[in-house]
């Protein structure tokens, strides 16, 4: 009876609509927010890919022009130095392996991450990328490169569990 | 006749998938490390897409880091069409079973190069002095060790260099007294990098940079010779013809290769690790 008089109260359900709104704006807030630090990551992902790039492809053409693949296998351990990239590999257009750091012989190479899915963001731990490396006209291979999202992806755990909590 | 017919067609078959499986592979054009790989790959870049298009296979340009790796890979078959100097070409002749096709018509020399305001004036002055060379097998080096050994000069032992630009480069800075290089990679350094050089002395004439083919292509020769002497009509080999200075290409004379056995000879003793 007491219960029944509080919900015919308009304090109550004005409390209680109060609560509503900002549940659902909260959650809006923080979806946008994942919306808004997935877009500026993947940017960031794709922008640090697209920096390194060109300088492993311009230290790689040289070597790869003297099949000096000596050279090539140390400048791909070199890269890997610091901790942002998983792998880097370097095959031929027939597809044999000239030089490879961080990845197993034998395992096959992973397709470029063309775009960052929302949903499978947190469960992606790499960005994927292949670059021809070309001379003049003349292919003489392509680079393979798995950029490591760990920090990306904690980032984003991060501000669902503070922004949500 | 139903026999007759099984063999035609099993025969048929075969030829047919050996014609695939010779399509689909690349043929190789080793250059020898005569400058930076950058340099090399698009000097011959007209001629890889015109073989690419007249024989209808991938053609790839390849070179080596240095004259004696890329005597050791022409020694063990890796390259299906070789362009070295004389020296390389004779000994790929001879020790490889290569097939000389055709050189420039541009004369090849040796040049040893000194510093234009700097104290070398004779080649005696080079005594106990530091001098560059390109590496132990190539020819302006091994020239210029007999030119110092003609002369009685004892300098001190030539220090190796990957590519000519930075022999011409060491040697106007001061890093060195004097470097050998060839006469046509004297001539595509800059103008103010000549500028600041000399000729010490000057080789005779000798077999330049020669177009030498595998073996295993012998089937083949006609076509690739052909291939390559339409190549030199074209306006893409004549700019480049003109731009390296190198007159285009001309039919090697009888044994002329065998003058440089000499070379050869020593070139064969570095490869073999004799020398070092």
Redesign the interface.
Known sequence: MKRLSLWHSIRVRLLLLAIGVELVMLTLLVANSLRLLHVAMTDQARWQVQQMMPVLNAALKAPLAQRDFATVQAVLDESRATEGIDYVVVDDHEGRTLGASGWQAGQKLPEPSRKLPPLSFSTMQRYDEILPIVQSGQQLGNLHLGLNLSRIVSARRMLLTQGGG | MKKLIRICCIAAIVLAFNMTAFAAE?FVIGVA?HT???V???MY?PL??YLEKTLGY?V??????DFNEFAR?GLAQDYDLAVTTGHQARLFQTDAGYIPLLTYKADFKAVAIVAAKGPIKKPSDLKNKKVLGLSSASLVTLWGQHWLEYNGIRSLPIKYVSASDSVAQLVAVGEAAAGFTSLANFQKLSPELRGQLRFLVESRVMAGRVYVLNSRRTSERKKIDAALWSFATTPEAKKYFEANKLGGYRKLKTKELNSMDRYAAETRKVVQGKVR
Do not use: C, F, M, W
Not at chain 2, 60 to 65: G, H
């Open positions: 690349t490390p930076s790989a950058r090399i790959l698009e870049q890889r897409r991938t790839d340009i390849v070179t080596a880091p890979r």
